[in-house]
């Protein structure tokens, strides 16, 4: 993880008869933790709008590789907006039902999520704090938006700490355009447990950059297996789709086809832009991305579509009430 993405994060754990309480930037994690490690949230950084406001970025990382976890808006997972330095104790309670919810994800895809959800301030917010605090495993963590000027990113920013484009440095990259999407039917749908649910998207890069690569993916198993070169993960560039379980349970839904993962898993084979040896799919005709969902779970669920060119990415939710 980079330390923009961890600014001023800070956890406390509850071990036996031990509390043990730190302010701490996590470095990334050298070991395997399957299951029972905590969710940090993490600022990634600012930048300005074109009217004079500002748009914060905000993502996640989730320590384990297979664990989820959903945490739905309220005392486990919510938003503050305060002067500086108000919340830095973790022990205060710094919840507000009207501030809670600014738009977070409640299911938590296990690694890193990083750029996930934007929150735009005001041009007067000055030096006030978005802060996100959540819950897991027992274990308090937040992190604090703000407007300080070591925080102001850019496209290129970005692209670098997703890996994008081979984790290239290429300074066209600042002025990157963000992938067109556009989600056909309502954004507001009701379903039935066991009746699948048609979702249509049209999705377009602008610019067509970063362009397509014709890289050969690795193939021997030394190439697959090869240690990592960078702190970052990277993927390859060009345009692509998926589907995501924003706010639900995600294992009682179910899409076909199977979508990639949105998320950093770098395991080999693990269906993920970010894994070896996966290649970006071509776009299907039209650049009109069909597929269908499958509720096993009454409930209300957001599903996000997320369009990216590898670099940057573009969100479009779909908000479902399923009945039985």
Known sequence: MTSTSLVRSAVWICLALTVVKSLSSFAQERRMILRGGVVSPAFEGWWPNDDGSFKLFFGYMNSNWQQHFD????????????????????????????AADMGQPTHFYPRRNPFLFTIDVPADFGDQEVVWTLNSQHGVARA????????????QVISTEVGGAFGSLDDRLRSNI?????????????????????LSVHANDPDDFPSRSNRPPPRT?????????????SSGPGLRFSWSVYRGRESAASFEPTQMKT???????????????????????GKIWNATVLFERPGDYVLRGIASDGSLFTYQNVNVTVFP
């Open 71 to 98: 945490i739905p808006i309220g005392q486990d997972n919510y938003f503050s907006v305060i002067d500086g330095a108000e919340l830095d104790d973790l022990e205060l309670d710094g919840y507000d039902a009207e």
């Open 144 to 155: 604090f938006g703000s407007l300080y000027p070591d925080y102001r990113i850019d496209a």
């Open 178 to 198: 963000a992938p067109e999407l556009e989600v056909r039917g309502d954004t507001y749908r009701t379903a039935r447990v066991g009746v699948p649910m048609s």
């Open 221 to 233: 198993p030394d190439q697959i297996y090869r240690p990592p070169s960078s702190i970052v993960a």
């Open 263 to 285: 998320y950093t898993d770098t395991r080999v084979y693990a269906n993920s832009p970010w894994s070896p040896p996966y290649t970006i799919p071509e776009p299907p005709e």
